[in-house]
């Protein structure tokens, strides 16, 4: 019977990759652990966040990240997949622009970059450009009684990821680390 | 933005030049000659003797072509009754998901058996660990495995001099798995771990925000998956968002790595065929015209994607990296727009960007290079497809001269001719006739809530959907909601139709090809290793192309673009 030695070379294949295959990666993988859980970080022994997940921030004392079509739920995470010309996500894009300035209100329209005002594809996105960062400088700085404003500036600076190797990709910033180290800022600067 | 660039050429540079090692390597492993990884042949040679199977066994094309159709049927019902199933499974399940409905099982173990990796579920949600492991990154390497047995199998036809036997189909199996896609996608793997993409069996963690709300993140053994998701021209990914997702590609460099991955092997399997006929001139030139598409859609479509959304600009604001809505900006516009060429060309369809968002002629793009379905294309059957275009330039570059069409001194005829012509037609045939079916019903019921998207690119999700299928490339405008008996049914048949027939219908060619006697070369042959007869190929892909795919992208992209 040609069709039980197929059965078996079937289940040998499902054992070979389906279990050995997964799990050899994974006992790998307990040599880094931090990395094989998708370098998650900790504060005072807390679970606070993951390095690449991004978070939800809409409080005036936050940098925000991108608009998300799920709010940075990441148990299903999501994207809008609204096509370009849709009126409807145009109309969406267009009263965001209106909420930023509303809330910023030193900042014009054309400064704004469209990243802070279009969904990401993960609806995780933990990034902006450094542009969209620095028009939210001023909100920040205002929610947190910082007066000096280079001092936020500075610390947005020190954020900003280069290329990779100075060369490859765009330069970006991670919102959630941004957001820790305006933290441990204020916090330093009530001590 | 000149660093965004700068990425696009380095990936495509590194993806050139690591293939043609990659290309010498299968070659050498079909052959039997001496490779680095014979310390497997034990262990190959164990398995076969479990299984019963006489891997040394010859033969013709029939017996291969049932080998191949009886286990990936087994494969089939294993993963439909798996996933009809899985609720029932208390085993590494965290979330205690449920039953797959039978429609949604039904396309997804098609989806997977056919190498497409169409998915109308969403991998945190719809599926347990256990069923990620034994159904999806399974079948992610033994479908793989059997497109490039088949392409192994249509090469040794090319090579016979009047034997009717191809080879053994198991064995070039086997050794796909081993020798090809284990290796790399253990390689791939730990690259993707290092960098933080999980492989963990913990169930998902709670966080608590900065801003003190409650997360939930899902997680899981996603590296090993998302390795052979890309090496195999695979696309599924672990998270229902693919390689947008932060855990799926962490950053720019494995986006490198990533992007590379899922189109290596197509391409190294053209450098490949040139080793094992010993003409690397005609692989050239095959990997050339192959090329020009590809270079000519990436340029378009990085030029495209990196200029932003005109109705974007509309509002005033700036677009300095490009068009984002459904992008990453770790990644950017650029080296998104260059993934999704990447992975239309070689029928991979992971994403690392939404299709459905990117502007209307890039979305045409993709659409036409799944219909072209043979630009490198996916494992061993993206070759065999390209294989249907070359008959048909031989024959019609025959007739232009005046010449008996032969392919490297074996006679091409009729029959030949006819599975070749019937193969290219099929596909477009059914991409149109299910486009065509599915805007029928949503013409007739306004509010069925497929779409979206209004109007003309409302249109595009679903032609999008059906090239996809049929193009067994898996990835979506997905915005469409496809969870439904009719997407489920009706694009699980068309995957199922379109992986099985042209697998069958190239082998079957081969095994005539090899019981034909070589010709020895004359002045009446036609040189099929000239830049002529490449140029008769490029007119004979590109007309084919635009007949039967122009007029239809007119009534979805097109018409989207000239409306803006």
Not at chain 1, 85 to 107: C, G, H, M, S
Not at chain 1, 157 to 178: A, C, D, H, R, S
Not at chain 2, 365 to 380: K, Q, W
Request: aromatic share 12%; net charge neutral.
């Amino acid at each position: 019977m040609k069709i039980l030695k197929d059965i078996k070379l079937h289940f040998i294949t499902v054992i070979l990759f389906g279990i050995m295959f997964p799990v050899l990666i994974f006992l790998i993988g307990l040599l880094f652990p931090s990395q094989s859980k998708g370098i998650p970080i900790y504060q005072d022994n807390k679970l606070v966040g993951y390095e690449n997940i991004g978070q939800y921030f809409y409080s005036d004392k936050y940098f925000w990240g991108r608009p998300s079509e799920v709010n940075y739920n990441a148990k299903s995470a999501g994207a809008s997949n609204k096509g370009p010309t849709n009126p409807e996500y145009l109309v969406q894009v267009e009263n965001r622009i209106k909420e930023f300035l509303l809330i910023n209100p030193t900042i014009k329209r054309e400064q704004i970059p469209s990243d802070l005002v279009t969904g990401s594809g993960s609806g995780l996105d933990p990034h902006i450009s450094s542009q969209a960062a620095l028009i939210q400088i001023e909100r920040v700085a205002k929610a947190r009684n910082i007066i000096d404003r280079e001092k936020i500036l500075k610390l947005v600076n020190n954020n900003i990821e280069e290329p990779l190797l100075g060369i490859f990709g765009p330069k970006n910033i991670n919102v959630l680390k941004l957001n820790m180290a305006l933290d441990k800022l204020n916090n330093n600067d009530l001590e | 933005m000149v660093n965004e660039y700068y990425g696009v050429i380095l990936i495509i540079l590194l993806l050139f030049v690591l293939s043609v090692p990659l290309g010498k390597y299968i070659s050498k492993v079909f052959q039997g000659e001496k490779v680095w990884s014979d310390f497997l042949s034990p262990l190959e040679h164990f398995i076969f003797r479990i299984a019963g199977i006489n891997e040394n066994e010859s033969m013709d094309w029939k017996e291969n072509s049932k080998a191949l159709l009886r286990i990936n049927f087994i494969f089939f019902l294993w993963s439909f009754g798996f996933l009809l199933l899985q609720g029932e499974i208390g085993f590494l399940n965290p979330l205690n998901i449920l039953n797959m409905e039978p429609t949604l099982a039904f396309n997804t173990a098609a989806s997977f058996t056919s190498n497409t990796n169409l998915q109308h579920y969403s991998g945190e949600t719809g599926l347990s660990y256990i069923s990620q492991m034994l159904v999806i990154g399974f079948l992610q390497f033994v479908s793989a495995a059997t497109g490039i047995a088949a392409f192994a199998l249509f090469i040794k036809g090319i090579l016979q001099n009047k034997v009717t036997n191809l080879g053994n189909f198991y064995n070039l199996f086997l050794k796909s798995c081993t020798r090809i896609l284990l290796p790399l996608s253990f390689t791939l793997a730990i690259i993707l771990l290092l960098n933080g993409v999980p492989a963990t069996f913990e169930s998902p963690s709670t966080i608590v925000s900065l801003e003190g709300d409650s997360v939930t993140v899902a997680s899981g053994p996603a590296a090993p998956m998302i390795a052979i998701k890309q090496l195999g021209t695979n696309g599924g990914g672990f998270f229902g968002v693919n390689s947008t997702h932060p855990f799926e590609n962490p950053n720019y460099f494995t986006n490198i790595v990533e992007t590379i991955s899922l189109a290596i092997i197509p391409i190294a399997l053209v450098f490949t065929f040139g080793f094992l006929i010993n003409n690397k001139k005609l692989s050239l030139l095959f990997f050339g015209v192959m090329t020009i598409f590809f270079l000519l859609f990436t340029t378009a479509a990085v030029k495209l994607e990196t200029q932003g959304n005109p109705e974007i600009a509309k509002l005033g604001i700036m677009q300095p990296l490009g068009s984002l809505e459904g992008k990453e900006v770790r990644l950017g516009s650029a080296a998104t727009a260059l993934w999704s060429v990447s992975t239309t060309s070689t029928s991979n369809g992971s994403v690392n960007g939404m299709s459905d968002s990117m502007t209307p002629l890039t979305g045409g793009i993709l659409i036409l290079d799944m219909s072209i379905n043979a630009i490198y294309g996916g494992v061993g059957v993206g070759f065999l497809n390209f294989f249907m275009y070359v008959i048909i330039a031989v024959f019609i570059g025959g007739l232009m001269v005046g010449r008996t069409p032969e392919f490297l001194g074996k006679k091409i005829e009729v029959r030949e001719i006819k599975i070749a012509v019937l193969l290219i037609l099929l596909h477009p045939f059914l991409i149109l006739a299910g486009t065509g079916i599915s805007t029928f019903i949503i013409n007739n019921n306004p509010h069925i809530g497929w779409l979206s998207n209004p109007s003309y690119h409302g249109f595009s999700q679903m032609l999008y959907e059906f090239t996809s299928a049929a193009a067994n490339n898996g990835s979506g405008f997905e915005g469409l909601g496809d969870n439904t008996p009719f997407w489920n049914i009706s694009t699980g048949v068309i995957m199922l139709l379109n992986r099985f027939i042209p697998i069958i219908g190239a082998i079957a060619i081969g095994g005539f090809l090899a019981s034909k006697k070589v010709v020895p070369f004359s002045e009446g042959t036609l040189k099929v290793d000239s830049v002529a007869f490449a140029v008769i190929l490029l007119g004979v892909i590109f007309i084919i192309a635009a007949l039967a795919f122009l007029p239809v992208l007119t009534l979805g992209p097109i018409a989207e673009y000239f409306s803006m």
